[in-house]
Structure formats: structure tokens, C-alpha cells
């Protein structure tokens, strides 16, 4: 079971940093997903419950530049009582890149995104790396070649195709949240993301689904609206802006009773989750505390086909 409300039992250690242990695929040394803030996720030993929540931090910004800006990444300090685990993580060009949502396509559509070499994954990152190990170039929890990925601009996102000791392959992208600005939801949804005009399948899951079910065979077909509908959806929430939610004045942000699920399946094999939360809030998973922000028709209709 995978329910918020046991961040209560667990204790002196703050719910930001309890995050979902689950595995993905073939990766099954790394966690899923993780506070992208931090790229390590903090674990009291014993614990049996998970909370999808991060760390509610946002980074200063110049003023007139960008809405917000997503947390630069800081080596956490490990701490008494709490045990480290890693997600997959790759250091290029000073940013701090994260492991992406699973890739679903097949090896055909893997090898077919696969752009230009970059370099050597060092494979030399764990829980107690030295914080000036972080500063290496390629320095990684990945042993691999590092390569470009078609239709994507590098700053934002590389992969790494690995091979396994049983002679299978897959692709593990890694995304670039490290710091970067955010107007409006274009500067990540289209301009990184490239989700316009680009989606080939839709499924939601609900809320309920989410929190305290496995996934397996619990998506569901986003088959509710018309084409026009979603449409609007994507023209609101490319033009609508970017907000920082804070900890301090909205806590029990997460916990509002009704949200959804929504996975964007690309053209491309890749896929781009969405939590929309009631309010007209619109969030990618990686993304933590910032949310566009699209109150109206447009948003209540694809919430309201996700539950």
C-alpha cells in the first residue's frame, strides 16, 4: 500500500524526504522515483510506507528572468538514523541529470533515438560519494556509453543504453531539472518535452489507483473527451504560468482529495506522467513543488475524465 497518510507514522524524519521504493524494469538497483532536488532518497530503516511527495525547495531567482526555478542540486548531507539509497543520476557539463519515466518502446524504437556519443558514464556514485566526486564530468550511479537523444536538445535530456549481464539492452534516459528557469508550462511541456502534436496513446489512472494499488492493470483509457477537448487542455497548459507551492502557507498541498493520473505515451516510445490537482494545477512527477497553474474548463474536463 502506498498511502501519504503513513508519513505520520513515521517519525522525526520529514515527508519530503520519504519517496517511492519501488523498482523499475530491468534497473532494479535504483528506486523510481526520488525528491529531484536531492538524487538521494532518505529511508528510515523499517519503514514500510512511501509518500510520492518532494522536497518542497525553491531555489533563488533573479528577478525577471523566469516564474521560478527548479532546486539547483546540493550533495545532501547524509544524517544519523536514516538510511541512503540512490537513484540513477548522471553529472554532464555541471548539471545533475535524473533517470526519466521507464522508456516502453522496443529496441528497434530505442536504437532508432539514440543520437550522437558524448562520453563515458563513470559509474562511480553512490550514497557516500565524496562531494567533490559530484563536480566530475560524467561522473554517474551508470556504467555506459552516454549518448544524445533525437528530437531532444542535450542540455535537457541524454540516455545511456545499457547492456545486462543476461545479454538483454535498454535505454535509460536521464532528464536535466537541475536549476533550470520555467515561465509558463511551453518551457517544459513543448519546448523540452515536446508534447504537442506528439502523443500517440492516453491513459489515466485515478487518484485511489495511484496512491494505494499496484499499477499493474490499473491504468485505464483516457477515452472521455474528444480531441478538440485535450486539445485546449495542451493550448491552456503550455500558455498558462508557473507557481512554486509552499510548504509553509498550502502543507497539506498533497493531500487534496481529488487528482489524477494522466500518462502521455509519445510517438517516440516515451512518456510524460502529469499529476493534475483539483485547483487547476498541473504538475510533472520530477518536478516536485511547481506546478502550472490552469484554472478552467479545459483543466476541470481532463481531471474530471480521470477519475
Not at 491504468?219 to 491552456?236: G, N, R
Not at 503550455?238 to 481529488?258: K, Q
Amino acid at each position: 500500500m502506498r498511502s501519504d497518510k503513513l508519513n505520520d507514522a513515521i517519525g522525526e524524519i520529514r515527508d519530503d524526504f520519504i519517496i517511492d521504493s519501488e523498482v523499475s524494469g530491468k534497473n532494479r538497483a535504483w528506486v523510481k522515483w526520488a525528491a529531484m532536488a536531492a538524487c538521494l532518497c532518505l529511508v528510515v530503516a523499517g519503514a514500510f510506507g512511501i509518500s510520492k511527495q518532494p522536497e518542497a525547495v525553491q531555489t533563488p531567482q533573479p528577478v525577471g528572468e523566469y516564474k521560478v526555478y527548479t532546486p539547483s542540486f546540493v550533495p545532501p548531507e547524509l544524517r544519523p538514523g536514516v538510511q541512503p539509497d540512490m537513484i540513477g543520476c548522471l553529472v554532464y557539463n555541471g548539471a545533475v541529470y535524473t533517470q526519466s519515466i521507464a522508456f516502453e518502446g522496443d529496441n528497434a524504437a530505442a536504437e532508432a533515438m539514440i543520437g550522437e556519443y558524448v562520453g563515458e558514464a563513470k559509474g562511480n556514485l553512490d550514497e557516500w560519494t565524496d562531494k567533490e566526486v559530484w563536480k566530475e564530468n560524467f561522473a554517474s550511479t551508470y556504467d555506459g556509453s552516454v549518448y544524445t537523444v533525437k528530437g531532444y536538445d542535450k542540455s535537457f535530456r541524454l540516455c545511456i543504453w545499457q547492456k545486462w549481464y543476461d545479454g538483454t539492452q535498454s535505454l535509460q534516459l536521464l532528464d536535466n531539472y537541475d536549476g533550470i528557469g520555467l515561465n509558463t508550462g511551453k518551457d517544459l511541456f513543448e519546448d523540452r518535452l515536446h508534447i504537442r502534436n506528439n502523443v500517440a496513446q492516453i491513459k489515466y489512472l485515478t487518484h485511489y489507483d495511484w496512491n494505494y494499488e499496484s499499477h499493474i492493470d490499473h491504468y485505464k483509457q483516457f477515452d472521455k473527451l474528444t480531441d478538440e477537448q485535450f486539445e485546449s487542455f495542451i493550448d491552456e497548459l503550455c500558455g498558462s504560468e508557473f507557481v512554486f507551492i509552499d510548504y509553509e502557507t498550502m502543507p497539506d498541498f498533497y493531500e487534496t482529495p481529488t487528482q489524477g493520473h494522466l500518462y502521455l505515451e509519445m510517438k517516440d516510445g516515451t512518456t510524460v506522467e502529469l499529476r493534475l490537482i483539483d485547483g487547476g494545477y498541473v504538475g510533472c512527477q520530477q518536478l516536485g513543488w511547481y506546478f502550472v497553474k490552469m484554472p478552467g474548463e479545459p483543466f476541470d474536463a481532463v481531471l474530471s475524465a480521470c477519475q
